[in-house]
T-cell receptor, first 113, second 113 residues
Framework: EAGVAQSPRYKIIEKRQSVAFWCNPISGHATLYWYQQILGQGPKLLIQFQNNGVVDDSQLPKDRFSAERLKGVDSTLKIQPAKLEDSAVYLC???????????FGDGTRLSIL | GNSVTQMEGPVTLSEEAFLTINCTYTATGYPSLFWYVQYPGEGLQLLLKATKADDKGSNKGFEATYRKETTSFHLEKGSVQVSDSAVYFCALSRGGGADGLTFGKGTHLIIQP
């Protein structure tokens, strides 16, 4: 089966600019997650969707980060405006449902200048 | 809140040596516990999991036992190979609906021939 697809693989922007990341989960996976992985640390959950509804966004910096999954399939994560500390790899994961194994994409590496 | 602490790396071993990577956690309730692995140039992959106390997860010669009394989930392998060189992440999920993962910082394992 095809894995979790993410694009772009790399992105370089200047601080205060906007950026968006795209994720296409594994077909049939109802649950989708976005994680932020700063260099030298483990991934940190930003937001979890179940179909097109938000289950957990308690760690999402809502003043600058937003995410949507309008049709319950693809998802986009946006940062506006970006700060230097947002430099990280942004990982998308999906699973069949609650308490099922999560499958990760290769991530988008974001560099802020 | 939930947290995971794992031993700092890098850990360097010779081929066929015994491996232990320590992991302890703090969580309310009864979390599920996981080990994820990231091989060079690849995405995060689930290595093994345990969902309740005294469960043992195993895969590819690796094992870990869910110890509630010591809040630990140490990863072990009896004889490591060069191909086991990777970054290993311990993680927990509180389960139920909001089952996003809380990761440790990761342990870089280097196996020398």
């Amino acid at each position: 089966e095809a894995g979790v697809a993410q694009s772009p693989r790399y992105k370089i922007i200047e601080k205060r600019q906007s950026v968006a990341f795209w994720c296409n989960p594994i077909s049939g996976h109802a649950t989708l997650y976005w994680y932020q992985q700063i260099l030298g640390q483990g991934p940190k959950l930003l937001i979890q969707f179940q179909n097109n509804g938000v289950v957990d966004d308690s760690q999402l910096p809502k003043d600058r980060f937003s995410a949507e999954r309008l049709k319950g399939v693809d998802s986009t994560l946006k940062i506006q405006p970006a700060k230097l500390e947002d430099s990280a790899v942004y990982l998308c994961a999906s699973s069949l449902g609650f308490s099922q194994p999560q499958h990760f994409g290769d991530g988008t590496r974001l560099s802020i200048l | 809140g939930n947290s995971v602490t794992q031993m700092e790396g890098p850990v360097t071993l010779s081929e066929e040596a015994f491996l232990t990577i320590n992991c302890t956690y703090t969580a309310t309730g009864y979390p599920s516990l996981f080990w994820y692995v990231q091989y060079p140039g690849e995405g995060l992959q689930l290595l093994l999991k345990a969902t309740k106390a005294d469960d043992k997860g195993s895969n590819k010669g690796f094992e870990a036992t869910y110890r509630k009394e010591t809040t630990s989930f140490h990863l072990e392998k009896g004889s490591v190979q060069v191909s086991d060189s990777a970054v290993y992440f311990c993680a927990l999920s509180r389960g139920g609906g909001a089952d996003g993962l809380t990761f440790g910082k990761g342990t870089h394992l280097i196996i020398q021939p």
